[in-house]
Every structure is written in structure tokens, then in C-alpha cells.
């Protein structure tokens, strides 16, 4: 096999030494601007040194919306965000775990062999010639290498190719992708020099490219250049958690504690939720200090999860541990612990707080939710006022319920069980208990097709009062109505997590309450089998979230590799008491 002469192809950085900024480039590196499809994209930059201030507007189309972009930015990088209360968060996290070690095989799934090696040109021709039917080719190549992870000289002998063909340019989606690869490896030399080019080029990049950047060089002694392009990105759109983490990891791993809170604070500012990498690494940087007001911003953090009832991972919970127990002078202990029925800890023997809503408390969600969840929220505006006010007379004109069933979600539990058997099955047993109950349901369960027999649907409505909507409509709303409207007492049942509602609520209170009540009032299954008795899910008589009295903290934490679903909380627990 032959290979490229060593000075032809060192890599990026030589060809960057063969062109300097504010001269023109040479034939090879000319490629690597004069793509069609970057000008199509971004204005083109004289050059000039000094212009990098100025910022052309991006045509339309380039940037494509906040949503967009955020989700451009997590396509680079799939292992950072996923929304903390989400169904599956826990099976993502294990799947996870096993992704980064990578095939010992070059074969990948779709049977595309990897050369292992640098090929030369003849070579590439060759296995270019072997995959004709790509269009194209490089790109397609340079994605395959990587998903592969593969060695970077591999990727670079199939860049030093394509510069060198005549009919081909070094495209920017290909510097991009090949930045990607860069930027997985940690091969920050490379990242800087592929910085420079892309700089000494294009007045912006797309968010997609800022990140990549961004990510790469808050590792590198080049970190600061990361917090100038968060301000770049700034001008399209608001930055990502990711972008953020980045920074201020890039901050606190050069010692710059008062810049790290400040982008902590700022990304707060919008709503941003840090990751638990980023606040580990605050615990982490802070451990033994004697700061007092270091220490009063990570109980802050403590704070911010209890007050967004996030639950936070092991290796988090670790570090807040590490870090209690570093506190000159404190005498913290941490202990990892359950939790027992009475609510008692099992290590410090306190009671955590419970569960149960005040008459106040209750009636005080009671009202927002009305006001904003069901009067004023759009759920409601998939129905019709018509529709809302037969359903609030149909709910007045009942006593109160004391179990109201979500029909369609509890029936699509078994998916291999006919619907209406499932639905008449877990009916029939409540109405055994003599517990008053209300179905809602669709109207399209009533047309009698092969998973909604007539007989059964008929079967229901004798034991259970049932209210069926549009097909349009949203139950979620119907659901929390009747429950509260009931009172106190009430329970519903769903698998649903009631997120979207959870989002309407104005405020952390509200939240805070929506939440304590939502896990003392929804049965969720345990399991469940056609013709077996049903068994819910425990309702506790604790509340799971992080807590404190002052000379103890309660955190609840989410172990490795144990899923919990998205109506469960964690039954872990870090204790932490003060030795006296
Ligand atoms: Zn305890």
C-alpha cells in the first residue's frame, strides 16, 4: 500500500501554514472555499484580518428557528440531552453506557467496509467506484467513519483525495463532518486548525458548527475563543444547554469561578436546564473550599432541583456527597439509603416530608389548575365550548367520583389484548371495591369495530359512569377536572405523566403543588395481565424530592442502569445529616 509523502499531507494544520490569512490561497486550498454550496449558504468574507466583527445577516432559510437549531445541535451530539421527567430518560441513559466503546469490526451494520488504514487515491477510486451508486460519495463516507469512530488519518487520506481530484471540492459539509469526527476525538490541535480556516472564511457559521467548535475548544488553551462564539451564536439563536455546559466547563477547568456562575446564571435566564454533567462539575470545582458564598450558590443548586423536581443521577449525587463531606469544619456525613413506607429514613431516621395536601393547598391548586390548565390553555381549545359545558354539567350532575379512568390509555396498556377487554377488565375490578367511577372515553369506542366490541363497551358503561368526547378532544384536561371537581379524595388513573400540564402552571409553587398532588392521586399499574387481578403502583405517603432542614439534606436519586418510567420516582435516596 502506498501512502501520501509525508509533506503533502501532515494534516490541516500544514495546510493551514500554506495559507495565511489576507493572501490568496493556493490551488489545493482554494477547494476549500469555493463550494458552491457554502456560498449558497453564508456570505463569503473578503479577506481580511480585522473584519470577524462585523456579522452578515444569514439569507433566510439558513437558520432554521429555534427548535431547529436545537435539535441540529443535539444531532451532533446525541449523548447530551434528554428532558429530565421524560418517559424512557432512564433506558436512554443505560443504552448510553454501552455505546462508546465501539466494534472491534470495521464492518458496520449495513455491511459498509472501513478501510482500517489510510487509503491512497487509487484506493478511494477504487472504493468509490465499489459504492457508485452514492451520490455522494465523500460525505456519505465521512458520516459512515463517524458512527465507526474511525482513526483520524483515515478520514484525512480521504480529505487529502478529494482536494487532490480535479472534479471534486473539499465541501464545507465535509470540513464539517470531518470537524465532527475531530471534535468526538478530543483532537484538539486539529479542531484549532479547522477553527482558523473556518474563521479566516466565513464571517458565521450555522449553530451546528459553533457547536461543534464550541465543544472542542472549552477543553483546549483556545477556551475563551468558546465563550466568543456563544456570542455569535447569541445572534441567531438562544444557545443550547450543551453550548452553556461547554463554556462553563471550559471556565471551571481553568479556575474561572465568578465567569462560570455568571454563564450559569445567564442560562438560567432562559429557561435553560443544565445538564447534570455541568452541575457535577460545579460540586466537583468547589470541593474543600472555605468559600461561604460558594457554598451558598451550590445549595442554590440543591434548591433549583427541588424547586423543578428533577431527580438527579448517580454520579451526581456522588459529587454532592464528596462535597458536603469536604466543608472544613462541617463534620457532614453522606450515607446512601432507602426510604421506608412510614416515610422514616432508613440511615438518619428523620421523617421527609409528606405528601399530604392542606385544605388550602388543595384548594388553591385546585383553582389554578381550573384557571390555568382547563379554562385557559389551548387543550381545551380542541373542543368545543358545546362539548365543555355538557361535559361540566355531566360532572356536576354525578356525586362525587372517587376514581376517574383515562379509557383509551388504560385500554392500550396490553397491546396484544383486545381494547375493550382491558378497559372492562380493570372496570369491572374497581367496581368490585364499590368505588364510584367515571370513564372517559371517545366516541369512537362506541362504533363497535374488532378492538371495541359493543358488548363490552356496554359492559362498562353499566359499571362505571362514562363521558365520551370528540375523537379530537383532549382527555388530559376532562381528566384533571373531574378528579378535582370530586375532591381530595379522588384518584384518576393514567400512564400518562401530565407533563404538558405540568408546563401550563405559571409558577414553581403551583408546579410544586401540581406535582405533590399528582403523585398522591394517580394510580399508575404495576402490572397487569388479561384476566389477573390488577395491582397498582404504591401511592406513597412521602414526598420524593430533594429537601432539607438545615442540618440535614434528603436528595432522591436515579441509580445506573435501573429504568424507571416516567410515572415513578426514584426510591434511592443520598442522606445527609451534620455530626454534632
Ligand atoms: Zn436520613
Same mark, same amino acid.
Request: net charge positive; charged share 25%; hydrophobic share 20%.
Given at each position: 500500500m502506498t501512502f501520501f509523502p509525508a509533506p503533502y499531507w501532515q494534516g490541516l494544520r500544514v495546510l493551514c501554514a500554506l495559507a495565511p490569512r489576507g493572501r490568496p490561497p493556493p490551488p489545493l486550498f482554494s477547494r476549500f472555499y469555493s463550494s458552491k454550496e457554502v456560498r449558497g449558504a453564508f456570505p463569503t468574507a473578503?479577506?481580511?484580518?480585522?473584519?470577524?466583527?462585523t456579522v452578515s445577516p444569514l439569507p433566510s432559510g439558513a437558520n432554521s428557528g429555534k427548535t431547529g437549531e436545537r435539535k441540529g445541535g443535539g444531532k451532533h451530539h446525541p449523548s447530551v440531552s434528554h428532558p429530565?421527567?421524560? #418517559?424512557g430518560a432512564a433506558k436512554s441513559r443505560s443504552r448510553k453506557l454501552g455505546q462508546?466503546?465501539?466494534? #472491534?469490526?470495521?464492518?458496520l451494520e449495513d455491511s459498509v467496509l472501513l478501510p482500517a488504514k489510510p487509503l491512497n487515491s487509487e484506493e478511494w477510486e477504487k472504493m468509490k467506484d465499489t459504492w457508485?451508486? $452514492?451520490?455522494n460519495f465523500e460525505n456519505w463516507m465521512m458520516k459512515k467513519m463517524i458512527k465507526n469512530n474511525s482513526p483520524l488519518d483515515v478520514a484525512k487520506s480521504l480529505l487529502a483525495w478529494v482536494a487532490k481530484r480535479n472534479s471534486s471540492e473539499l465541501g464545507y459539509s465535509l470540513l464539517i463532518h470531518y470537524l465532527t469526527l475531530c471534535v468526538h476525538q478530543k483532537q484538539t490541535a486539529e479542531v484549532i486548525d479547522l477553527y482558523e480556516i473556518l474563521r479566516a472564511r466565513y464571517r458565521c457559521l450555522e449553530s451546528g458548527a459553533y457547536t461543534l467548535l464550541i465543544r472542542g475548544l472549552?477543553?483546549?488553551?483556545?477556551?475563551r475563543e468558546s465563550l466568543l462564539l456563544l456570542e455569535k451564536v447569541k445572534k441567531i439563536i438562544i444557545p443550547s444547554k450543551t453550548n452553556y455546559g461547554d463554556c462553563i466547563e471550559g471556565a471551571l477547568l481553568h479556575q474561572e469561578m465568578d465567569l462560570a456562575w455568571d454563564l450559569y446564571q445567564e442560562m438560567l435566564g432562559y429557561s435553560l436546564t443544565p445538564s447534570w454533567s455541568t452541575l457535577r462539575l460545579f460540586f466537583e470545582t468547589g470541593k474543600?473550599?472555605?468559600?461561604g458564598q460558594l457554598k451558598d450558590k451550590l445549595l442554590d443548586i440543591l434548591v433549583y432541583l427541588r424547586d423543578h423536581q428533577m431527580y438527579p443521577e448517580e454520579s451526581f449525587v456522588q459529587s454532592v456527597k464528596t462535597w458536603f463531606e469536604s466543608i472544613?469544619?462541617? *463534620?457532614w456525613k453522606g450515607q446512601f439509603t432507602t426510604v421506608q413506607?412510614?416515610? *422514616?429514613?432508613? #440511615?438518619?431516621g428523620k421523617n421527609l416530608e409528606s405528601l399530604h395536601l392542606s385544605p388550602e393547598e388543595y384548594d388553591f391548586l385546585k383553582e389554578k389548575i381550573m384557571k390555568?390548565?382547563?379554562?385557559?390553555?389551548? $387543550?381545551? *381549545?380542541?373542543?368545543?365550548p358545546e362539548e365543555l359545558e355538557k361535559y361540566k354539567d355531566f360532572v356536576k350532575r354525578?356525586?362525587?367520583?372517587d376514581i376517574v379512568i383515562d379509557g383509551l390509555n388504560v385500554a392500550n396498556?396490553?397491546?396484544?389484548?383486545r381494547q375493550s377487554l382491558t378497559l372492562l377488565n380493570v372496570v369491572t375490578q374497581l367496581a368490585q371495591k364499590n368505588l364510584k367511577l367515571l370513564v372517559l372515553g371517545r366516541?369512537?369506542?362506541?362504533?363497535?369495530?374488532a378492538s371495541w366490541r359493543k358488548q363490552e363497551m356496554e359492559a362498562v358503561q353499566k359499571n362505571a359512569a362514562c363521558f365520551f368526547t370528540e375523537?379530537?378532544?383532549?382527555?388530559d384536561p376532562f381528566l384533571l377536572y373531574a378528579t378535582l371537581h370530586s375532591g381530595n379524595h379522588c384518584k384518576f388513573v393514567t400512564q400518562d405523566l401530565l407533563r404538558d400540564h405540568k408546563a401550563c402552571l405559571p409558577d414553581a409553587l403551583t408546579r410544586r403543588l401540581f406535582f405533590k398532588w399528582q403523585q398522591g392521586h394517580q394510580l399508575a399499574f404495576s402490572s397487569y395481565s388479561a384476566g389477573n387481578r390488577i395491582v397498582f403502583q404504591p401511592v406513597l405517603s412521602y414526598d420524593t424530592l430533594v429537601q432539607t432542614t438545615g442540618d440535614s439534606w434528603h436528595i432522591p436519586y436515579d441509580e445506573n442502569l435501573v429504568e424507571r418510567y416516567s410515572y415513578e420516582v426514584p426510591t434511592k435516596w443520598l442522606c445527609l445529616c451534620r455530626e454534632h
Open positions: 473578503t479577506s481580511s484580518p480585522d473584519n470577524g466583527k429530565l421527567f421524560s #418517559a462508546d466503546q465501539g466494534p #472491534a469490526s470495521v464492518f457508485k451508486t $452514492q451520490k472549552s477543553h483546549s488553551d483556545h477556551w474543600g473550599s472555605n468559600d472544613p469544619g462541617e *463534620r413506607k412510614s416515610g *422514616r429514613c432508613s #440511615a438518619c390555568d390548565v382547563i379554562e385557559g390553555s389551548d $387543550q381545551f *381549545r380542541k373542543t368545543s354525578h356525586p362525587p367520583f396498556m396490553k397491546s396484544k389484548v366516541k369512537h369506542m362506541l362504533y363497535g369495530t375523537n379530537t378532544s383532549e382527555d
